[in-house]
């Protein structure tokens, strides 16, 4: 039976030390960090993503502004708040929930985000710094999950890792930062032949694909560490892509869905949001 990561404990004990932080800055400076969440159209799940933003934000003392924008909204209408909040001096980090309706394109809307305040590290700026290997804002889920990996004690230096899904979002950027970290990174997505045969291999397993239990036990190695980020709804409930009860017993170390990567998501965004704010302010 694998060792538990407990993503929900970390992510507390994080928040709790970005809160103490920000009331000392806020009593010695009077500023506080400010966070833009920007929506647009109902899907159910980025509403109940974006109201949880707003309210860690609430709980660690900063400072919050939530736009929102229905499903027929005008790109430019969304460019327009955009510029508005680069320049808003409030304003540390701005974040575009997506995914967004299909009528809009996110690549016509995020690079108007000021990469200063691109907390999601989406950005082209940012994602060439991480892949330079000098990471300045990175994307919130995969450095969570390199602070999991860290909690945990799993060694990550010189270590087969292997990436499932090449999103820019997760899968990207998640191999950038087990290849700083000295990781043999193999990256698979839906076209790799014999997928079972390279998971199989990993020390370290990131499933970022998005399809529910998809990782099963024999697509995995005895001992290794598997990192389930899959947020996949099946029946009203929350299951993440690996097969959980059957593959904890082969693995050394598993994080559960939910309360593994998922609570470390907005742990980070509130990191990087906090990071973006010290500098504007010169506050080492
Ligand atoms: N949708 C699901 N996760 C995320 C995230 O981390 N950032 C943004 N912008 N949209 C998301």
Redesign the pocket.
């Known amino acids: 039976m694998a060792f538990i990561i407990d993503g929900k404990t970390l992510s507390q004990k994080i928040r709790r030390s970005i809160k103490d932080e920000v009331i000392s800055i806020k009593n010695e400076k009077g500023k506080i960090p400010g966070l833009a969440v920007i929506i647009a159209g109902n899907d159910p799940a ?1 509403k109940i ?1 974006v109201k949880n933003k707003i309210l860690a934000c609430q709980d660690a003392g900063f400072f919050s502004v939530h736009r929102e924008f229905d499903e027929n909204a005008d790109k430019l209408a969304l460019i327009r708040t955009v510029a508005a909040l680069n320049e808003d001096e409030n304003i540390d980090g701005i ?5 967004l309706p299909r009528t809009l394109n996110a690549d016509e809307i995020l690079p108007y985000i000021d990469v200063r305040k691109d907390v ?1 590290g ?1 950005s082209a700026y940012q994602q060439g710094l991480l892949s330079q290997g000098a990471p300045d804002l990175v ?3 995969p450095n969570g999950v390199m602070e999991l990996l860290r909690a945990a004690n799993i060694g990550v230096a010189g270590k087969r890792a292997v990436v499932v899904g090449r999103s820019n ?1 997760v899968g990207k950027p998640m191999a950038m930062l087990l290849l700083n970290a000295n990781a043999t990174v193999t990256v698979c997505h839906s076209k790799t032949e014999n997928l079972s045969e390279i998971t199989a291999s990993a020390d370290i397993l990131v499933a970022a694909l998005g399809k529910p239990r998809f990782i099963t036990a024999d697509m995995v190695k005895t001992g290794a560490a598997v990192i389930d980020v899959g947020m996949n709804r099946e029946d009203g409930k929350l299951c993440g892509d690996v097969d959980f009860e059957n593959v904890k017993e082969k693995a050394a170390a598993i994080t559960p869905v939910p309360g593994g990567v998922g609570p470390m ?1 907005i742990t980070m ?1 509130l990191q990087n949001t906090l990071t973006s704010f010290k500098r504007k302010n010169g506050i080492e």
């Open positions: 980025s993503y974040l575009v929930q997506l995914p999601d989406l994307s919130c889920t979002m998501t965004l």
